[in-house]
């Protein structure tokens, strides 16, 4: 089956800066659209930014816009987010996530999950 293995997640301080990896199990890494949503304590999961299998078209959620920047390198199937500018309300549990179908879905839902990763951000 699919598997998604997040990595990069950390502790860093408000206004630096992190990159998160996805790394995907298939060779048809190429054929699915992803992204990544993050949880915060208390909070419900929410969407932060999806990307299609050719990396052509990208959508972020309002409050990460202008800061986080979502991309894919196939060959190596893996998904990337690089976060700058980060503020301490960017504290979740980030996950990625693929969809089973040929385009990527907006509002983007997703088929696939992987484990999710910690990243905090202190003032």
């Known amino acids: 089956q699919v598997q998604l293995v997040e990595l990069g997640g950390g502790l860093v301080q408000a206004g630096g800066s992190l990159r998160l990896s996805c790394a995907v199990s298939?060779?048809?890494?190429?054929?699915?659209?992803m992204g990544w949503f993050r949880q915060a304590p208390g909070k419900e999961r929410e969407f932060v930014a999806a990307?299609?299998?050719?990396?052509?078209?990208?959508y972020y959620a309002d409050s990460v816009k202008g800061r986080f920047t979502i991309s894919r390198d196939n060959p190596k199937n893996t998904m990337y987010l690089q976060m700058n500018s980060l503020k301490p309300e960017d504290t979740a549990v980030y996950y990625c996530?693929?969809?089973?179908?040929?385009?990527?879905?907006?509002?983007?839902?997703?088929?696939?999950w992987g484990q999710g990763t910690q990243v905090t951000v202190s003032s």
């Open positions: 990307i299609s299998w050719s990396g052509g078209t990208t």
């Open positions: 996530a693929a969809a089973n179908r040929a385009t990527l879905p907006n509002p983007f839902t997703a088929d696939y």
């Open positions: 298939q060779r048809t890494f190429g054929n699915y659209p």
